[in-house]
C-alpha cells in the first residue's frame, strides 16, 4: 500500500520504518526541517534500538522517503496516518492543536479519496471533531471526494519501540465503517501472526482504550510505590513482597518495579488530559488524581533522603547522578525524573555531576546551569561526589566497579531509586546502600523516608559482614 505519515518523531518513525518493511511504499513527512536534514545525512532524531538499520533498510529498498512538503508527502496515499505530537496544555488537556491545523491543511489540498489515521493520542471525540474539518472543507470546496478518519492508537513504549512494533500485543482499530476496519485490518495482516491480535471497535473507545492503558500502567506504578514506602516504615523488604506480588496470575508481574515514579512523554501528559476529559464531565478522577499525587511524591522523597544523608545544608555538596533518560534505552528526557532531582538539587545549591550513555546532549539544550556538570565517564562524574544517586536502569548501571566506585566517592553513599543493587553487594566495598522499600536499619532521621539505609560499615563487622 502506499502510506504516508505525518510526524517523524518517535511514534512516527517507528511506524514508518515498520510498515515499509513489511512492503509498504512509506513517505514521512515533518515540518521540522533540522530532523529531516538530520535523517537525510543518516542520522537519526532520537536513540532508539534496531531503528537505524530498520530506517536504512527501508531507504534502500526505495520504500521509505522522507520530505518537508505535506502536499508532496501525501500524494496518492491510500492511507494517512497523523502522529504529530498533543502535549500537555498549561490546563493539562492534550494540546490538539498541530493535529487540526493539519487536518485543515489536508482538507483543503487533498484530490483523492483515503482514510486519514489518528495515531497519535488524541482526547476522545478527536476523531469526530478532525471528520467533521473534513466534512464542512470539502463541502465548501464543492468535492465529491471521500475521507474518512480512523483512530489507530500505539502502544510501543521508547527502547523497545521496534520489537513493539513488529510484535504488538494488540492492534486497535477504530472506524466508523467496515470499509477503513478492512483496509486497516489487511495492512496490520503481517503484524498480527495468529490472526487474533487485531481489536475492531468504535471509534471512541479506541481513543478511550489508549487512555485506559496508559492510566492502569500509572496506577500500577504508584501502587507499588505506596507500598513500598509503607513496606519500609514497617521494615519489610519491598523485593521480598513483589516476589510475593508477581506470582499471583491474577495480578500479574510486571510494572511492579518501585523507583522515582513514572516519567516520559505519555504516562503523565496522559493521565492529566485524562483527569480533564472526566472532571470536564463531572466525573471527579478520584483514584487516578491519587495516582499522580503518589507519583509526584517520590522525586520528593530521594531528594529528601538525599538532604538528610548529606545534612541540611547541601551548599558544600556534590552529588553525583547516574543516568538522565526518563528510562534505559532511549535519551528522551521528556518529564525525567531525573531532571525534577537535578532541579531540586541545583536550587537547593548543589554541584551536581550527572552521566547517562545517551541524554546528555539532550539535558545539554535544557538545562543551562554552571553548577550542573555533564560527564561522558560514569566514573569520572563520581569523582570527589558527596554521593551517588542512580536513577535510570541503564544495563552499564546494573553491576558496576564498586571498588572503584569507593574509590571516586568522596564519601560512601549510593542512593539507588531503582532498586538495582543488592545491600550486601555494596556493603562488602563500605558502601552505604539507601533503596526504596528496603527492609533494614533506618537511618537516624528526623522525618520518615521509605528510602532505608544499610547499616554502617562498623555495624556490618558486629554481624559478619551483613
Ligand atoms: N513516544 C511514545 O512512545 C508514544 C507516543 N504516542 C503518542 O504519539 C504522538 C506522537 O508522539 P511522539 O512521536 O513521541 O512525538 P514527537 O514529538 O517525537 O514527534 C512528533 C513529530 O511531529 C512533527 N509535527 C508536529 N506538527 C506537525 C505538522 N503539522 N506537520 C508535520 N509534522 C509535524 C514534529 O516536528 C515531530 O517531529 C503523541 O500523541 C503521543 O502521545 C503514543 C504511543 C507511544
Ligand atoms: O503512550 C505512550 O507513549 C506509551 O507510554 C508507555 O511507554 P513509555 O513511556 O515509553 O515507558 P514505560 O516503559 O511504560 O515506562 C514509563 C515510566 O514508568 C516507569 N516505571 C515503569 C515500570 C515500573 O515497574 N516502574 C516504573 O517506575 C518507568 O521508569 C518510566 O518512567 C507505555 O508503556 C506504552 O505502552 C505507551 O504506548
Not at 513504549?157 to 520489537?163: I, K, N
Not at 560514569?378 to 569523582?383: T, V
Not at 527492609?439 to 544499610?454: C, E, H, L, N
Request: glycine share 8%; net charge neutral; charged share 20%.
Amino acid at each position: 500500500m502506499k502510506l504516508a505519515i505525518v510526524g517523524t518523531g518517535y511514534v512516527g518513525l517507528v511506524t514508518a520504518a515498520c510498515l515499509a518493511k513489511a512492503g509498504n511504499e512509506v513517505t514521512c513527512i515533518d515540518n521540522n526541517v533540522s530532523k529531516l536534514a538530520r535523517i537525510a545525512a543518516g542520522q537519526l532524531p532520537f536513540h532508539e534500538p534496531q531503528l537505524p538499520c530498520l530506517v536504512n533498510e527501508g531507504r534502500a529498498a526505495g520504500r521509505l522517503r522522507f520530505t518537508g512538503s505535506l502536499r508532496d508527502g501525501v500524494q496518492d496515499a491510500s492511507i494517512i496516518f497523523l502522529s504529530i505530537g498533543t502535549p500537555s496544555a498549561a490546563d493539562g488537556c492534550a494540546d490538539t492543536s498541530s493535529l487540526l491545523a493539519c487536518v485543515s491543511s489536508l482538507a483543503e489540498m487533498l484530490d483523492h479519496d483515503c482514510l486519514v489515521v489518528v495515531k497519535s493520542t488524541a482526547p476522545v471525540g478527536t476523531c469526530d471533531t478532525l471528520q467533521e474539518i473534513f466534512r464542512s472543507k470539502l463541502r465548501a470546496r464543492g468535492t465529491g471526494l471521500h475521507i474518512e478518519v480512523a483512530c489507530n492508537p500505539e502502544f510501543l513504549a521508547e527502547g523497545s519501540a521496534v520489537h513493539d512494533f513488529l510484535e504488538p500485543a494488540r492492534i486497535v482499530i477504530g472506524t466508523a465503517s467496515a470499509q477503513a476496519r478492512a483496509m486497516l485490518r489487511q495492512l496490520y495482516t503481517p503484524f498480527d501472526a495468529d490472526g487474533k491480535r487485531t481489536l475492531a471497535m468504535e471509534l471512541r473507545s479506541a481513543e478511550f482504550a489508549k487512555y485506559a492503558c496508559n492510566a492502569m500502567l500509572a496506577a500500577r506504578v504508584s501502587m507499588v510505590n505506596e507500598l513500598a514506602a509503607i513496606a519500609a516504615q514497617m521494615g519489610a523488604d519491598m523485593d521480598a513482597v513483589s516476589s510475593v506480588l508477581r506470582t499471583d496470575p491474577r495480578i500479574g508481574g510486571r510494572y511492579l518495579q518501585p523507583g522515582v515514579g513514572y516519567g516520559g512523554s505519555c504516562l503523565p501528559k496522559d493521565l492529566r488530559a485524562l483527569i480533564r476529559m472526566a472532571q470536564d464531565r463531572q466525573e471527579p478522577a478520584t483514584l487516578l488524581r491519587s495516582v499522580e499525587l503518589v507519583n509526584q511524591r517520590q522525586v520528593r522523597l530521594l531528594f529528601d533522603a538525599i538532604r538528610q544523608y548529606v545534612g541540611d545544608d547541601l551548599g558544600h555538596c556534590r552529588i553525583a547522578v547516574w543516568g538522565l533518560a526518563f528510562k534505559p534505552d532511549t535519551d528522551d528526557i521528556r518529564e525525567a525524573p531525573s531532571l525534577i532531582l537535578i532541579r531540586m538539587l541545583l536550587d537547593a545549591g548543589a554541584q551536581v555531576s550527572a552521566y547517562d550513555p545517551v541524554a546528555n546532549k539532550p539535558v545539554r539544550r535544557v538545562i543551562h546551569d554552571a553548577a550542573l556538570n555533564l560527564s561522558d565517564d560514569a566514573y569520572a562524574a563520581c569523582d570527589g561526589s558527596d554521593a551517588l544517586v542512580v536513577i535510570t536502569e541503564w544495563d552499564e548501571f546494573r553491576s558496576p566497579d564498586f571498588s572503584r566506585l569507593t574509590r571516586c566517592l568522596a564519601s560512601p553513599a549510593v542512593f539507588d531509586a531503582r532498586n538495582l543493587y543488592r545491600r550486601e553487594q555494596l556493603a562488602a566495598f563500605g558502601l552505604r546502600h539507601y533503596r526504596i522499600g528496603q527492609a533494614g536499619k533506618a537511618p537516624r532521621q528526623a522525618v520518615p523516608t521509605p528510602y532505608a539505609a544499610s547499616p554502617e560499615p562498623s555495624e556490618l563487622r558486629h554481624n559478619g559482614g551483613y
